[in-house]
């Protein structure tokens, strides 16, 4: 089965710093892109970032200076490295791989549950 | 940076047809996909690449883009279609991705 799964999402003060990660499985993780998207409460989805297959990064301006993704293919993982950050990055944040391979402008056709962050003092 | 426009609110009797609307500048030269997301859920790609389906995504659901629209057009709605629906682009220009605000179906 093809899968993706988050995890480091928890409570933290503004200007804090928390990891996030995205686990896969199912498929050969090396080849696919991998994006982070999120959702503020009642809001719509955000493309956050997105690490290529060929190793290229980009960032929406929001997060730019202060998100960083990495990607380690030997354990079939990305994460979301935030720092300072701001209550406007309260959000469920999930992660999702392009249905093809080697593409970052495919449909998302995996996306994993999601892990919450919450930004609060 | 590009942006993508929703009207907020769709609303479709079962049985007819619900039309969603995504505009954007010269979409049309663009790939538009579609997600439905239900409350709760994770989204759901159910058209990519304008108008193709993933194996699970009912034949009732097409896509279509040109000039400055893209459409989701639901046929024949049914109650479990009641859900958000988002379109999504790659901008080649700014190298992000792009999502529009969001359309929510109301099956009357």
């Known amino acids: 089965e093809v899968k993706l799964s988050e995890s480091g999402g928890g409570s933290v003060r503004p200007g804090g710093s928390l990891r996030l990660s995205c686990t896969a499985s199912g498929f050969t993780f090396s080849t696919y892109a991998i994006n982070w998207v999120r959702q503020a409460p009642g809001k719509g989805l955000e493309w956050v970032s997105s690490?290529?297959?060929?190793?290229?990064?980009y960032y929406a301006d929001s997060v730019k200076g202060r998100f960083t993704i990495s990607r380690d293919n030997a354990h079939n993982t990305v994460h979301l490295h935030m720092n300072s950050l701001r209550a406007g990055d309260t959000a469920v944040y999930y992660c999702?791989?392009?249905?093809?391979?080697?593409?970052?402008?495919?449909?998302?056709?995996?996306w994993g549950e999601g892990t919450t962050v919450t930004v609060s003092s | 940076s590009y942006v993508l426009t929703q009207p907020p609110s769709v609303s479709a009797a079962p049985g007819r047809t619900a039309t969603i609307t995504c505009g954007g500048n010269?979409?049309?030269?663009?790939?538009v996909h579609w997600y439905q997301q239900r409350p709760g859920q994770a989204p759901v790609l159910v058209i990519y690449y304008d108008s193709d389906r993933p194996s699970g995504t009912p034949e009732r659901f097409s896509g279509s883009n040109s000039g400055n629209t893209a459409t989701l057009t639901i046929s024949r709605v049914e109650a479990g279609d009641e859900a958000d629906y988002y379109c999504h682009v790659w901008d080649r220009s700014s190298d992000q991705q792009v999502f529009g605000g969001g359309t929510k179906l109301t099956v009357l």
């Open positions: 010269d979409i049309g030269s663009k790939s």
């Open positions: 690490f290529s297959s060929g190793g290229d990064t």
């Open positions: 999702a791989k392009p249905f093809q391979e080697h593409v970052l402008q495919g449909g998302m056709d995996v």
